[in-house]
């Protein structure tokens, strides 16, 4: 590619109102206001990289903080710059050494360097031209190899036998391109059962997803139990028994106390239980697996490659959730997609929220074409709110994510939605809903 | 204790610039600034609570932005009504619905919820006429249990376990205390071995060490074998092979190389090695622990009681280094503190930076008074470095901590050094040496 700068990063505290129709909550975030951290790199090309991190609502102003110091490490250097030699630029972000006792490598620093480098490799699929799928799809075993940082996962997996999973993908790729490009991407649908909705809603919703093609339902718990079980009948009555619910208890249980309310979830037939307790119990997770029988989910709250790595040696997960966001986007992915490969575990990415949707499709097509080399036993997230403001939104046809065709990450949100969400000083906040 | 009202609540980013010195170098901390975020918290009575996290220069400002937002939370509150209810106080700030999503309970938001919670503990203690560890010595029971959240950690350790602890503390008592009272905490030194210093500083404060009485050197490891070798060997020839060395390589290695270099490192027989790996990386710690032979320490960046649970449970330590400030302060480390004694790992903390070793003499003494009731194998880290900012600085008399006799927590710092360092319109940022 020819040698483009980055004369100017912007970023931006956006937060969308969405605690005032109960969207988006569940048994431990009762009132969120989807929100991103969101930031522009310029060039001296004219072509733009968009990236967000997705937070939700206070506090999105501490993670733009540390987005906008973070950005000091790409003004002024050319795209080929850091993208010949991926690891040593991301590791000027995480092992900056005195921002990195802030971590290292989690919550707000970590969620920071998450937009930035996504904005790296939107700006990037861009000037090539491609969607960032296809551009991942495309690019070289060795330059895969090169962008993903093997420092702490070398013991659970090698460089070597991380080429040998995306060599082995040449085989057969012409034929699940061509099925993705016709058929799309399995999905599941978050949005008829959230922990605010009415029976009559989740009803309402349960059918309309049935109508439009969903075979996949999420439902949230981790309320009184007879309540979960008796909003998951409800589920169950309007979708019956062939179609898959999984329930999501969002970390509301202890470990003990998950085993037991998992037992009892079970007479739901759930396809997977996510969340059952705090995101950061390895062992936890472990041993709510093997004593309550269920599949287990998590990952959306997993920080980084390091976790990732250990609930895979534990036998923790059944389903690897990778979040686009979280971890320090799409190099840290490609290694945990990897990782989960090795291991035998397929990944359903979490999604939902502002753009997760947008991004996650990108990462799940490289997964199917490059590493996993099957559909089986995957479904990516889909929740239907916010899409509007995008650009270019996913595209869902009968519970398949259609395959992006824009150049980039698909993650640039309208002008107009920027200027009016950006907080404080955008019009909603300022003028229509002021504190 | 008498109602007192919290009234305000002062927030001030505090940054030394020890990078200058080479002070706190070591394998990946390269240029510390330590700095703090840090709050006053004044009464209606007059009396004010300090609390600091502890942080190394830039990003402390986020802290200090997310420790602003989370003092809403205590003004207008009376002392009481929090110290009453602990948990349910502790969980407004940890569970907050929207701010939770950038952690949970790790990195910036903690590290703020550590200086505000520890800020509480503070007044607690000055309003009560006695220094923390002996108002922690004499809370009953049951009262300290109710301060502890045994969520996510009742797998671990139930409050009946952690009752029968504190109960069997009853006994022997009175001796513990007159044996901090008259020889103090046992501590160790780290000022000898950082990473930048030269051979002939290295020898000379070897030497300085041995006469003061010291007789536990930590050394910073993790550069070229050889190098860490010859470093380790210059302090054997000053201090003999009677008295222990500590190895840290600070998080330096991935797990397949932390085996290797701990094993080449054993020819210095050292007592523990510290932080070989990723602090995240619980199944790791414990891998190097058992193929090394050598026992492992860490802790300084272990970001909450449910990862301290899993080192605990999983074998990765044998010995827990908590921290003041990196938890959400007293109340965490109490729940570390027991969990540790149920597993019969004894808990020599970190300390150093700013303020580290004020906080945790308090911590350590109630450890012995009222939970490990030993000292055997057990010592507080010690670092020579800014104490003159503090008002009751710590006192080290021949190798150990004597016990704080002030009210309070001891982290109260000079109006004249917070208005000298405040970062940046303090004197010094601003006059004396400016960006």
Not at 101 to 116: C, F, N, R, S
Not at 198 to 204: H, V
Not at 341 to 366: D, I, M, T
Not at 382 to 391: A, Q, R, S
Request: charged share 25%.
């Amino acid at each position: 590619m020819s040698e483009i700068t980055i004369t100017r990063a912007r970023v931006i505290d956006l937060r969308f109102p969405t605690s005032r129709e109960s969207i988006g909550s569940d048994a431990v975030n009762k009132d969120p206001d989807y929100s991103a951290a969101y930031c522009i790199l310029e060039t001296d090309s004219g072509v733009e990289g968009h990236g967000l991190t997705f937070t939700l609502g206070r506090g999105t102003d501490l993670v733009a903080s540390a987005l906008e110091y973070l950005t000091s490490f790409v003004v002024g250097r050319t795209l080929s710059g850091i993208t010949d030699d991926f690891v040593a630029f991301n590791r000027t972000l995480t092992d900056e050494s005195q921002f990195r006792w802030l971590g290292p490598e989690k919550g707000v620093i970590h969620l920071a360097t998450g937009a930035l480098i996504n904005a790296i490799w939107d700006l990037y699929a861009r000037v090539e031209g491609k969607p960032l799928w296809k551009l991942l799809a495309e690019l070289p075993t060795e330059k895969i190899l090169s962008a993903i940082d093997f420092r702490y996962i070398d013991d659970a997996l090698t460089p070597d036998e991380a080429r040998a999973i995306l060599d082995a993908s040449r085989e057969g790729y012409a034929e699940r391109l061509a099925l993705l490009e016709q058929e799309g991407y399995p999905a599941y649908t978050t949005s008829a059962g959230w922990f605010g909705y009415s029976e009559d809603k989740i009803r309402r919703l349960c059918r309309e997803g049935l109508a439009e093609g969903w075979t996949h339902f999420k439902l949230k718990v981790g309320g009184d139990p007879a309540e979960d079980l008796r909003r998951g009948h409800i589920v169950r009555e309007e979708i019956g028994w062939t179609n898959k619910i999984m329930v999501d208890a969002n970390q509301k249980w202890g470990v003990l106390e998950a085993i037991e309310k998992t037992r009892n979830l079970k007479e739901l037939d759930p396809w997977w239980m996510e969340e059952p307790t705090n995101p950061d119990d390895i062992l936890g997770h472990a041993r709510i697996r093997r004593e309550s029988g269920v599949r287990i989910a998590t990952g959306e709250h997993c920080h980084n490659r390091v976790m990732f790595k250990q609930l895979l040696q534990a036998g923790s997960i059944d389903v690897c959730q990778i979040d686009s966001c979280r971890v320090a986007g799409v190099n840290e992915n490609l290694a945990i997609i990897l990782m989960a490969a090795k291991f035998g575990v397929p990944v359903c990415p979490h999604a939902g929220g502002v753009g997760l949707c947008e991004y996650v499709q990108h990462l799940s097509a490289w997964d199917f074409l490059r590493v996993s080399t099957t559909l089986t036993d995957r479904v990516i997230e889909y929740v239907d709110h916010l899409h509007e403001h995008f650009l270019t939104p996913v595209r869902i046809r009968r519970g398949r994510y259609l395959l992006p065709g824009t150049p980039g990450y698909s993650i640039e949100i309208f002008p107009a939605s920027r200027e009016r969400y950006a907080f404080p000083h955008g019009t909603y906040w300022k003028n229509e809903h002021p504190a």
